[in-house]
């Protein structure tokens, strides 16, 4: 025994000895009353407190014991026993044999050579529940007379190997499908008795779940041809076997579900070790323990768990005085909470210490090079939290040997996210931190949109799908180009679009003139997206197949699965897409996890802008980076080609368009050399007529444009001046609407 | 028998390869591929094989030798490795033959792909090349993709 434990010991002594006092009281008390139910839950509470601390304690043979009494009385205590003299002398004798048990601990430390199992094995009869007789079933489902049975049992004895229900049915007493059912019936009964659980070899389970898969891939193949098919019956026949294999599907998942309260037994312990070795004060609370899941995701987020919660006690609980001054109790608590919700688990970790100072954060994150002081001043709170995920990250003051140097949640992090799940941490200062787990049920089958691009099929898990976006005809000049990248804004925030045909290498082709474009609006970390495709089709079942070796490199992918019709789609990889076409810049950005909103990492950067006028009061600018050139054109250049202004420029002639006259309307005054900012793509250029050119700055513009209106994106202060930002593309496409056009065929 | 190995024979453009017979899983005419973009050139798609996911391996991409006419279908030699299958995309299927250790000699300097040829064997009318399937479908080809 630990010697620390000595002192626990000894109450858990005193306290049962006179719990066991009073329980004698309260036995003789009952069996002059038996219906006072608040004696048997007060004997109940007795016994199971014995229970309890005997395992705790290392007492296994106290615990077997008061187990078998706490079983009997629980059945007391609900009902479904009622108490009889003989029920009351076997717990009596196991009242008694706690007392022994005890008497013989305190005088020798250890349980002693009685025997129990006599006294347990009475216990477990009072409980047992009995089987009904075949005879007794078959009345009370009215199947036969009492008085037919009566005599049925008479002619048994005479033949004593013939069983009752031949003989009644050889009287023709009753039917024999009522035996049948009868039988059934009494089975059922005895299941009861007998242990309803059975071990199982986890490699049958995970064999009979990748047989599943394959009847899912099957049933999928059969219900394609069915609904090609006319015949009543195999439509009714492929029904059935839907029905049927979704059923078993659903069954054979459960057969793999465990309760996230395994894992969480352990925690009590670590948590008690923890706090004595910290000098600290921590309550463990857990909700929800019976919330399942799949073995393999239990296996996965065991130590992820084990981490966080170790992490809580070590970084988050305050020590006892530190806490008082603060006007909390001493104990900390920390919950543990886990919950269904849409198809997926949640786990949430929170505990009432001192927060975290996103400050503190941001300043720890520039010491240590994880951020640039520059970028932590832009950083907010919530942004800054999610740094303690980064590589190499550590808070603590002093580092301690209990949870290391915080290189931990960086793991986290990486092993949550490798089962499809996110974590997210909400802290306020002085108030405690909350971190959120979320993952899926199961892993093997899961639910995906399917997609296709350049004629080929996709898969995109339906986790990480948001919603989907259609625009047609007038709404797709919605899409515009911030620096060359696409964007769409999605209800005022700024959605970096992904075309997947691009991603994916394929040759770019019918696409350069949609009508319509479909943006798949996906979830990648924290980071939001659009993947354009070329069409939506359905959501689905799908089993997720690995993918060899050899493709093992390829990051875009997540695996492999076989369609309806028999053939393989590959299931895409959002995370990797995103990082493939830097939605996601990089793997460090990526642990840091922004907000989506610095997905267009180029709209929040310091970007060079050229500023000029367009009249006097005018002031605008453009993005240094769609100017390929300034130039001054003598007026007398200036010639005429169908309808429109040029000049001679580089051998090829230029296109102008008078900023003046798109802007407002007006013109301008005729006097001077035109100044022109030329714009190309891809070998074609056009120029812009302003009226003077003011300055190059490097300024933050930033993400959100207002006032939008014709060939003005909307308005900035740059440079400590309210300017219109030009639209160049809208502005290009208002006098030559097929200029982009022609480029991207070009 | 114990210094006879048997081999099962194709032929990629007009070469004559051997893989060791225990190594084949199965032979089978062509089958629909899923292509896998952004891989690169060798592989040439994913196979349903009964509800298996196959990655299969164009021979003569592998191999450096020019690609098989479009209107020719290759057949697929079904090879088992440590990681589960794959398929060796072929132009044409040959017998199995049976072949003596002694006939066997080293890879000649100047072939093509040496590499990933493990010997030559010297029959009546030809010379079979042994196809070394372990360095066929690995290395060189493992998650390089070509659109960089």
């Known amino acids: 025994m630990v010697a620390g434990d000595e002192e626990i010991f000894r109450e858990f002594l005193v306290e049962s000895t006179e719990g066991l006092d009073q329980l004698d009281r309260d036995f003789v008390a009952l069996e002059s009353n038996p219906g006072a139910s608040e004696r048997i839950g007060a004997i109940f509470r007795a016994i199971h407190s014995i229970k309890g601390t005997s395992g705790f304690l290392g007492l296994p043979k106290l615990e077997g014991l008061a187990h078998a009494g706490e079983n009997v009385l629980s059945k007391l205590r609900d009902g479904d026993l009622s108490l009889t003299p003989a029920i009351t002398s076997t717990l009596l004798s196991m009242v008694d044999g706690v007392r022994r048990l005890l008497k013989c601990v305190e005088a020798t430390s250890n349980e002693g050579n009685e025997d129990f199992s006599q006294i347990i094995a009475e216990l477990a009869k009072v409980t047992a529940p009995q089987v009904p007789q075949i005879g007794q079933v078959l009345i009370s489902a009215g199947a036969v007379e009492p008085k037919e049975l009566e005599s049925a049992l008479e002619q048994q004895k005479s033949e004593p190997n013939r069983k009752i229900g031949d003989i009644l049915v050889a009287r023709g007493s009753v039917k024999p499908q009522a035996i049948v059912e009868a039988l059934h019936a009494q089975v059922e009964a005895r299941a009861g008795i007998s242990d309803t659980t059975i071990r199982v070899d986890v490699g049958l389970l995970d064999k009979l779940m990748n047989l599943v898969g394959e009847l899912v891939l099957a049933r999928n193949q059969i219900l394609q041809l069915a609904s090609q098919s006319k015949e009543p019956s195999f439509l009714g026949t492929s029904q059935r076997l839907n029905l049927l294999t979704t059923e078993l599907q659903e069954g054979v998942m459960k057969t793999r579900m465990q309760p996230i309260g395994n894992v969480w037994s352990k925690f009590p312990r670590v948590v008690r070790d923890l706090a004595m070795t910290l000098g600290k004060q921590v309550r463990l609370e857990m909700i929800g323990e019976e919330t399942d899941l799949d073995r393999t995701i239990i296996e996965a987020i065991k130590d992820p768990l084990t981490h966080i919660v170790r992490n809580s006690v070590d970084h988050g609980i305050e020590a006892p005085e530190v806490r008082l001054s603060h006007g909390k109790a001493a104990t900390g608590r920390l919950l543990l909470r886990a919950y269904h919700e849409g198809g997926q688990v949640n786990i949430e970790i929170s505990d009432d210490g001192g927060g975290i100072d996103p400050e503190k954060i941001r300043q720890k994150g520039i010491a240590r090079g994880l951020i640039t002081a520059e970028r932590a001043a832009r950083m907010g709170d919530r942004e800054s939290l999610n740094l303690i995920f980064a590589p190499g990250f550590s808070t603590a003051e002093k580092v301690t040997s209990v949870s290391g140097r915080g290189v931990g949640m960086d793991v986290v992090k990486t092993n949550v996210e490798k089962i499809g799940g996110t974590v997210d941490v909400q802290s306020k200062a002085g108030h405690g931190t909350t971190l959120k787990i979320k993952i899926p049920l199961t892993l093997a089958i899961i639910p995906a949109l399917v997609v296709t691009s350049h004629t080929e099929r996709f898969a995109i898990p339906q986790v990480n799908l948001l919603e989907l976006v259609r625009l047609e005809g007038e709404q797709l000049r919605a899409i515009e180009h911030i620096h060359g990248a696409p964007v769409y804004r999605l209800r005022g925030s700024i959605l970096p679009l992904v075309y997947l045909n691009r991603t994916l290498g394929f040759p770019e082709s019918e696409s350069s003139d949609p009508k319509a474009v479909n943006i798949v609006v996906l979830q990648a970390d924290d980071r939001q997206f659009g993947l354009v495709v070329d069409g939506v089709s359905d959501t689905e079942e799908i089993v997720v197949k690995p993918l060899g070796k050899e493709l093992k490199g390829l990051s875009a992918f997540a695996g492999a699965t076989i369609m309806g019709d028999g053939k393989v789609a590959l299931i895409l990889d959002v995370l990797g897409i995103a990082q493939r076409a830097n939605v996601i810049s990089e793997v460090r950005d990526r642990n840091m996890g922004e907000d989506a909103k610095k997905a267009s990492a180029v709209e929040e950067e310091k970007r060079a802008v050229l500023l000029f006028r367009v009249r006097e009061e005018g002031r605008m600018a453009i993005p240094l980076s769609m100017v390929a050139r300034l130039e001054e054109f003598p007026r007398e250049r200036l010639e005429r080609a169908s309808g429109r202004h040029v000049v001679q420029y580089r051998g090829k002639i230029l296109p102008l368009i008078d900023l003046c006259k798109v802007i407002d309307g007006g013109s301008r005054d005729e006097h001077g050399p035109l100044q022109v900012v030329v714009y190309s793509e891809q070998g074609r250029s056009v120029g812009l007529v302003v009226d003077r050119i003011l300055d190059i700055v490097e300024e933050t513009i930033p993400a959100e444009h207002r006032e939008a209106r014709d060939g003005v994106l909307g308005s900035a202060v740059i440079a400590g001046k309210v300017t219109d930002l030009l639209d160049v593309h809208g502005v290009i496409r208002s006098t030559d609407p097929h200029f982009f056009e022609r480029t991207t065929a070009a | ?148």
Request: glycine share 6%.
């Open chain 2, 1 to 148: 028998m114990s210094d006879a190995k048997q081999y099962c024979t194709f032929f990629v453009a007009d070469r004559f390869f051997g893989v060791d017979v225990t190594r084949v899983q199965e032979v089978i005419r062509y089958q629909e591929m899923t292509r896998v973009p952004l891989a690169s050139s060798v592989i040439s798609g994913l196979i349903n094989l009964r509800g298996q996911i196959v990655t299969a391996l164009d021979m003569r991409a592998r191999l450096g030798l020019p690609p098989r006419p479009a209107d020719q279908l290759p057949m697929n030699v079904v090879v088992r490795t440590a990681d589960g299958a794959v398929s060796l995309l072929v132009d044409e299927i040959g017998d199995v033959v049976e072949v003596q250790d002694s006939s066997r000699e080293g890879v000649p300097e100047t072939l093509t792909a040496r590499e990933l040829i493990a010997g030559v064997c010297k029959l009546k009318d030809r010379l079979l090349l042994v196809l070394d399937t372990e360095r066929a479908i690995a290395d060189p080809i493992a998650g390089q993709p070509l659109a960089g």
